[in-house]
């Protein structure tokens, strides 16, 4: 059944732009906080950048909320639809506008997938350096709604370090633009404003990306230790040395028993945590890294320790890694990421902590994390077919959150504040800061239609469902107070 | 004579902070845009972060502008007072609250001198990066406001890549914080969005900067080419050959020339153009990286290579490079120092550009500038005695700054837009996106109190000077249409 509310709409733009059925409209209804779901009146899936204007534009006018969207890949529900709005799907402006080498730059629309900027890249020896875990699947578009960061974002820093210039139509409808090709910018830098923004300020339409020059080669090392606390105390060792590596990445003993189910990755068994180390470069520069490398591992508690012969181990090893997430969902019907930072030096402190709250609730907690950035992402498991379970699991990563505010740390270290954190940001930011967010955002956004009822707390939740309590209310996740 | 639109304030602040005699208002009239003056009602010279705080609050309750500085050492009349408005010296916030090795960040007061910090972090082998020419004298605070960068910058980017956390009284009165101690922040980027905002957002009350180890060992190589031309090749060279000196910088004949006679430095004789390129790392890097930098240099037109031998042959190559501005006004009895960025692999290019110009307008140009990342710094030349000269000489900036909008370049690097030019500003933004600017800046000042006449072009001009014509629009820098 159409609805009314989208008629002129559905005018507006080409035929088959605009579904309104059932099935379109329930496969866009959930994202990667697959727990929840929302069904959105109408899903534009635009074909060309005008068309994406034209439904903004139309949203505005209308004041019809929207939430654009790539894969779909977030992980706080960031890109969850709202009941009364429309889902603006990107996926179709997946056009790499240009390749140019001689500045290291790329120009890509915002659905582009992450991965594919590199392969553009390759045959000018460049690439594009923030690798979520998703990387193979994300869209720019999404990562720059949410600043994702990825393995390698100790060394290189987030999506905003690489962006360096934005297009985009503002939820007012109006198309802006900041930065560019320069590496310099004047002013504010209101490109790093609209990175991490989380859709709320508007839709990016085209995106300038820095590209960088792809390592000379990589000296990939996993060592297994009997103890977390062992194999965090590694990880300050390596940062205390000086040497700064591309990647620093724990894993814990649940997390590498699902991924060693999944991918065969041949981590040292009986490990109570791995540790991977990167180190990238020029070859020189490499071969004189190593050796100091090696005699800090040897400082170490490491029981084993196995260096990548070549690109094909390499790979191996970080298989086991990028599949964590997915894997760990085999052991267990469903399971929430969480993402939160912790300073780095208390990161033995914050999973001491983590395993105490764990015990308290029954649930198990795979930890698996940037170990290098004090970026933890426990990955709670809970059976939601079991009465209150979810509830246990949710207030559990609440605790979790709560523990890395307290400790001076971030509720999110690259998965955003989305729908899930919401009620967390006051617990960052006082009631002063928290108005000016606001008013930041109406310059942007003066009716709050762009994915209202994520990242601010409070009064946007109706929006985010006509129909009785959302199931994060039930939750207890979010409120609308 | 005291003014009565300050009487309130008088009252409110204990004695002895206001300053309203003429004396004390001339010694604020300029900045380091010293072409130019302008004579503010009165000077605030607060000595706690309350009395900051007080009278900006006081200022947006009775509507009058003010403008909040440290050491003013802007090149831009970013500094400089309005007529009728207040100056807020910030350099008794002098403090530095803490040095946390283990985390390595520093936070810091608005007026801490930037080798300061440097300095209260060098027992724990930190510093801090970003090194504008200025550093001896110039503030935190001022390196925020405009988003300052130096010769390191190559390697290390701008203030804003090492500025995590920001509190701030807003030019409403409001105390906002944003960012922290954790490297990762939640949703978009605020800190960075203050950066670089000139003055116009409010003032900065404390600063968390986060440290580096400091280098292990620095390798500079200074090199003498016959033309400048040879040496903008020899950059690209270099960058090309995949290294990534923590500087390359180059300064040509007439700069070298009263560098010399300023420093004694030891340049390289009868050199049309000089190339200073300064590895840095770990011992053992950079023992791989000189032979390959011997190499590329080695292929290009060099006629003499010095290589530092001792810190002290470093610091002399520096002092050099570091004094170039002020030596360069020993040479004349006025000048002009502009910033702009064109591509790097168009710098030839712009040389060539800009020497015709300087040719047509009669007035020497020294070039002096960041050639890794296309970072001109040319000093114009002129004698403000002579009628017209200066006219000429801003004429003459007004043609670079438009050649490097053109080339696809930008017109500030490092020295922000401020007062002289507010004008190139929408030749870089669309009207759109200016309209966004203003609106984004009234969620920080609705009353346009906080340094009201830079960045934008336009109405604010009567601020500027409740005097006739402003000197700047008589030299047709500015207009108020």
Not at 43 to 64: F, L
Not at 249 to 260: K, N
Not at 325 to 335: I, T, W
Not at 358 to 379: I, T
């Amino acid at each position: 059944m159409s609805s009314t509310a989208l008629e002129s709409l559905r005018k507006l733009l080409p035929p088959g732009r605009l579904s309104e059925d059932a099935a379109s409209r329930a496969a866009f209804e959930s994202d990667g906080l697959t727990a929840f779901r929302c069904r959105p009146l109408g899903v534009v899936i635009p074909q060309n950048e005008a068309e994406v204007v034209q439904t903004v534009r139309w949203c505005h006018e209308h004041s019809i909320p929207f939430v654009a969207r790539g894969s779909g890949t977030s992980l706080s529900g960031g890109s969850m639809p709202v009941a009364d709005g429309i889902v603006i799907s990107l996926n179709r402006l997946r056009q790499i506008i240009k390749v140019d080498p001689d500045n290291r730059i790329a120009v890509v629309q915002p659905g582009v997938i992450n991965l594919q900027v590199s392969a553009a890249a390759a045959p000018y020896g460049l690439y594009y350096a923030p690798d979520p875990s998703s990387q193979k699947i994300c869209t720019i578009g999404g990562n720059i709604a949410f600043n994702s960061g990825g393995a390698h974002c100790l060394k290189y820093g987030m999506t905003s370090n690489h962006v360096i210039g934005i297009r985009a139509v503002t939820a007012s409808g109006e198309i802006v633009s900041f930065g560019g090709p320069s590496l310099e910018s004047v002013g504010p830098d209101f490109t790093g404003l609209f990175c991490g923004s989380e859709g709320l300020f508007g839709v990016a339409l085209d995106i300038t990306l820095r590209l960088l020059p792809k390592p000379e080669c990589f000296h990939t090392v996993l060592v297994g230790y009997r103890s977390l606390r062992a194999a965090g105390d590694a990880v300050s060792a390596v940062i205390d040395s000086g040497l700064l590596p591309g990647a620093m990445e724990i894993m814990e003993a649940l997390a590498i028993e699902a991924a060693e189910a999944a991918t065969s990755c041949g981590y040292p068994k009986g490990a109570a945590a791995v540790l991977i180390v990167e180190l990238e470069g020029p070859r020189e520069k490499i071969d004189a890294e190593r050796k100091q490398l090696e005699s800090v591992i040897a400082s170490t508690e490491a029981f084993e320790t196995v260096v990548a012969a070549d690109a094909r181990q390499r790979d191996g090893i970080w298989a086991g890694r990028k599949s964590a997430f997915s894997a760990v969902g085999k052991l267990s019907p469903d399971f929430l990421v969480q993402d939160g930072v912790v300073p780095r030096k208390r990161l033995g402190e914050a999973l001491e902590a983590i395993e105490a709250f764990s015990k308290d609730s029954g649930l198990r907690v795979a930890n698996v994390f940037h170990a290098g950035d004090g970026n933890l992402h426990p990955l709670i498991l809970f059976d939601d077919s079991v009465d209150g379970e979810l509830e246990r699991a949710e207030a559990l990563a609440g605790k979790i959150l709560n523990l890395c505010v307290q400790m001076g740390g971030s509720i999110t270290g690259e998965h955003g504040v989305g729908m899930e954190k919401r009620d967390f940001l006051p617990k960052m930011y006082d009631s002063a800061t928290m108005e000016l967010m606001h008013r930041l955002r109406a310059a942007f956004d003066p009716k709050t239609i762009a994915n209202p009822g994520k990242m601010f707390p409070g009064a946007e939740a109706p929006a985010l469902s006509g129909h009785g309590l959302h199931p994060l209310e039930k939750a207890g996740v979010i409120s609308r107070e």
